[in-house]
């Protein structure tokens, strides 16, 4: 059973930095892949960018593109996700999860508990 614990959550000024780590565990969890998803009160799982443990390719939703980076620690099996320039759009709860390589919720088997982010203006 794949673990994932994510943390680094909390509340941040418009146009400020911040970052989230998930940190995996578990049988073959470097085979899969990690995507980070949010959800925001009253709308529907959001992907925000995925990432490969080998290859360490990242993909990002275009509403992250150039101000979200996801990285991968190998060694430390933990996978962060730095947020910068951050808008009041970006307040959700963010989760971490392993399946497979695609942007749809329903393509990821395990799940973290989530950890807010609440930009304030």
């Known amino acids: 059973q794949v673990q994932l614990v994510e943390s680094g959550g909390g509340l941040v000024q418009t146009g400020g930095s911040l970052r989230l780590s998930c940190a995996a565990s578990?049988?073959?969890?470097?085979?899969?892949?990690i995507g980070w998803f949010r959800q925001s009160p009253g709308k529907e799982r959001e992907f925000v960018a995925r990432?490969?443990?080998?290859?360490?390719?990242?993909y990002y939703a275009d509403s992250v593109k150039d101000r979200f980076t996801v990285s991968r620690d190998n060694a430390k099996s933990t996978v962060y996700l730095q947020m910068n320039s951050v808008k009041s759009e970006d307040t959700a709860i963010y989760y971490c999860?392993?399946?497979?390589?695609?942007?749809?919720?329903?393509?990821?088997?395990?799940w973290g508990q989530g950890a807010q982010v609440t930009v304030s203006s």
């Open positions: 999860a392993a399946g497979a390589f695609s942007n749809k919720p329903e393509a990821y088997t395990f």
């Open positions: 578990g049988p073959y969890v470097s085979s899969y892949y």
């Open positions: 990432i490969s443990w080998s290859l360490g390719t990242a």
